[in-house]
């Protein structure tokens, strides 16, 4: 059974920091895609950033872009975000998605496997 859980959100005050983490089992990580997507309440689930399958390409939405960056680690099977200068803005459900052999699309269609989502509160 895949497994994608995602942990590291919460309250925070603009400007600061938060890194996610999304935890895979139940696939083979190292051929996957990896992709975050977030909702904010009352709007459609949105693209952040997803990192190749190889770790060879990188791709984030422009409202994110030098503030947020993705990254992958095999051994552990992991694909944390790092969110820097957090703003109110960012407040939304962050999900992970895993795609295989995937490029790193912005395309939420392309992902199989989600995980349940954390909540993320950026206050101003």
């Known amino acids: 059974q895949v497994q994608l859980v995602e942990s590291g959100g919460g309250l925070v005050q603009a400007g600061h920091s938060l890194t996610l983490s999304c935890a895979a089992s139940?696939?083979?990580?190292?051929?996957?895609?990896m992709g975050w997507f977030r909702q904010a309440p009352g709007k459609d689930r949105e693209f952040v950033a997803a990192?190749?399958?190889?770790?060879?390409?990188?791709n984030y939405a422009d409202s994110v872009k030098g503030r947020f960056t993705i990254s992958r680690d095999n051994a552990k099977n992991t694909g944390p975000l790092q969110m820097n200068s957090l703003k109110p803005e960012d407040t939304a459900v962050y999900y992970c998605?895993?795609?295989?052999w995937g490029s790193g699309t912005n395309s939420a269609d392309r992902y199989e496997y989600w995980g349940q989502g954390t909540q993320v509160t950026v206050s101003s």
């Open positions: 998605a895993a795609d295989a």
């Open positions: 139940g696939l083979n990580f190292r051929v996957h895609a």
């Open positions: 990192i190749s399958w190889d770790a060879a390409k990188t």
